[in-house]
């Protein structure tokens, strides 16, 4: 099979398209011939040697995966040959420690996520899935841009949903909102009957906000505080939720428009060393209000997240699409910020 090689840290010149053994399924594992595969900032810091939590090259990257069961490991029972299948971002979780059965294994600490060591991700033909961490695609679904239902939608239900726990009418702050994640957590709140008020620091992603359901869309400069933007757009009251998919460049604006008993989610944040942030402990208290972080999807939240794009609730919002080869140039678009919604990789034979 072919597939994207990285073997060492470096620009993206270092991802090659590179003939590979294909992969042989483990007992337990599906193999997957790639439909589509995301590319995701995510594999940006891992190329980059980024990662906080460091990496193993050589890599294949890519985790947010969609394709056809082309062959199954022994033990598998859930799929058979011919099911379209999305990739819940890990090859596999253990499925037995206390985070795996509690409903939370995004944090299974021995989880192995696609792409970020060894020869497991998704830039490729074929790759190998647990059967563990793969959910069937409903038939009312066709479009390849599923591939981004677990990293780009899943987060951001955990956040506003299970963590954040959203009700009705509450109104919600989404940072970033004109990024990839940030346009589906609009659609996500909209869905949930919630007021949403969206920020944003590129003119050029105004309208995909807007079309995202957007009620206040503030548009301001890169580093300024939008606290009183965001107090004026809520006659003064602040936001129960405030969603933060930037990190410490936006939380300080952030936390300050939070309302009364609200919450904050944080979500993004891509630097290796993020810069202290300083918090005013006395406006915290007096608001008691709660701070939160969400990573990851689990297997639950896809499927949600499959319901709710077979009713039309949600639409994963795609912008690019690139033969595979070109994953390099994926990568430049990404690094360059000026993205809006994701971009897909499909295999060369496809593009
Ligand atoms: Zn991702
Ligand atoms: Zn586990």
Not at 4 to 32: F, K, L, Y
Not at 89 to 113: A, D, Y
Request: glycine letters at 10%.
């Amino acid at each position: 099979m072919k597939a994207i090689v990285a073997r060492e840290t470096g620009p993206p010149s270092v991802m090659t398209w590179t003939d590979m053994e294909p992969p042989r399924p483990a007992p337990d594992e599906c193999v997957v011939k790639v439909e589509a595969c995301g590319a995701c900032m995510h594999e940006v810091l891992v190329r980059r040697g980024d990662r906080a939590q460091g990496t193993g090259f050589p890599i294949i990257p890519g985790h947010e995966v969609v394709g056809e069961v082309v062959e199954i490991g022994a033990a598998v029972v859930d799929f058979a040959v011919g099911d379209r299948v999305v990739a819940n971002q890990r090859q596999r979780v253990c499925g037995k420690c206390r985070e795996c059965r509690t409903g939370r294994e995004t944090r299974c600490p021995r989880k192995v996520f696609l792409g970020d060591i060894g020869l497991n991700g998704g830039y490729a033909e074929l790759v190998a899935v647990s059967d563990g961490s793969l959910v069937k695609v409903p038939p009312g679904i066709t479009s390849p841009h599923v591939a981004i239902a677990s990293c780009a939608i899943g987060t951001q239900l955990n956040a506003l949903r299970d963590v954040a726990h959203l009700e009705i009418g509450e109104t919600v702050l989404v940072t970033g909102a004109g990024g990839g994640v940030g346009l589906h957590a609009i659609q996500l709140a909209k869905a949930s009957g919630a007021r949403v008020v969206a920020q944003t620091t590129s003119p050029e992603k105004v309208e995909a906000v807007r079309q995202a359901g957007a009620d206040e869309i503030l548009l301001v400069e890169r580093g300024a505080d939008y606290s009183k933007d965001v107090m004026e757009a809520t006659a003064g009251r602040g936001c129960d939720i405030v969603l933060e998919n930037v990190g410490a460049a936006s939380f300080l604006s952030s936390i300050k428009t939070v309302a009364l008993h609200g919450r904050l989610v944080l979500v993004g944040e891509v630097q290796k060393v993020p810069p202290p942030v300083e918090v005013d402990l006395v406006g915290w208290r007096g608001r008691d209000i709660t701070i939160h972080s969400a990573a990851s999807t689990t297997r639950r939240q896809l499927e949600d997240v499959l319901t709710l794009i077979e009713r039309g609730l949600v639409t994963p919002v795609v912008t690019d699409t690139l033969p595979m080869s070109e994953a390099a140039r994926a990568h430049e678009i990404l690094e360059s910020g000026s993205a809006t919604g994701r971009i897909l990789l499909v295999p060369d034979t496809a593009a």
